[in-house]
């Protein structure tokens, strides 16, 4: 009954790899969003979906490419990793577009750059 | 440009002592202020929100607009509070929240 799941959990990969991360939302919302988390533990957002379409584009690498094949999933590829993308990413879902929606969050996926 | 700040990264107190995690916001506009915590090994959810001006686990924030603060307190800590806690800002328009830097407060037995 997991509301919003991510895999995997934990990615180690190396420098120069391309790697995804999955999202999947059970909760019929139409919205979905990636969070980068920092060492510092700052939070911030990268992309949001509504309805499969992109409504958010924050300045991120266009090494990172979301891909919504449904509006129940967001995927976040990445291309040529860099030491720099080691973090949490969190996907989160909404009912729908707007920040006074309560955000669900996935349980993070630890990626580490070797 | 909106922003959150939380000032202190890290807040310690003893258990049933007050606990006050501040959180300060700069938006011209009428602001939506909220409070997600995330405890150890779980995800992050949500506290509360100004808006339902309710009181969850004992804990309360007052949107106070001629300070631009909304505060989280709560006036006996127990050890089941300690985990991460971010404010968060929905201005209007925005499809999405703008985070604070987080708070770790931990309660001592």
């Known amino acids: 009954d997991t509301a919003v799941s991510q895999t995997p959990k934990y990615l180690v990969t190396q420098m120069g790899n391309d790697k995804s991360i999955k999202c999947e939302q059970n909760?019929?919302?139409?919205?979905m969003y990636w969070y980068k988390q920092d060492s510092k533990k700052f939070l911030k957002i990268m992309f949001s979906?509504?309805?499969?379409?992109?409504?958010i584009n924050e300045t991120v690498p266009n090494r990172f490419s979301p891909k919504s094949p449904d509006k129940a999933h967001l995927n976040l590829h990445i291309n040529s990793l860099e030491l720099g993308d080691s973090a949490v990413y969190f996907c989160?879902?909404?009912?729908?577009?707007?920040?006074?929606?309560?955000?669900?969050f996935g349980p993070g996926t630890r990626l580490t750059v070797t | 440009a909106q922003r959150v700040t939380q000032p202190e990264k890290l807040l310690s107190v003893f258990k049933g002592a007050p606990v006050e995690l501040k959180c300060n916001y700069s938006?011209?506009?009428?602001?939506?202020l909220f409070w997600y915590v995330q405890y150890s090994r779980q995800r992050l959810q949500l506290l509360l929100r100004?808006?339902s001006r309710e009181s969850i686990k004992g804990f309360t924030a007052d949107l106070n607009k001629g300070e631009t603060s909304f505060h989280l307190k709560k006036p006996f800590a127990q050890e089941e509070d300690s985990a991460m806690y971010y404010c968060a800002l929905s201005v209007t328009g925005a499809n999405n929240l703008f985070f604070g830097t987080g708070t770790r407060l931990t309660v001592i037995p």
């Open positions: 989160a879902s909404s009912q729908t577009a707007g920040g006074s929606y309560e955000q669900y």
């Open positions: 100004h808006i």
């Open positions: 909760l019929g919302h139409d919205t």
């Open positions: 938006y011209s506009g009428s602001p939506e």
């Open positions: 979906y509504n309805n499969k379409e992109l409504i």
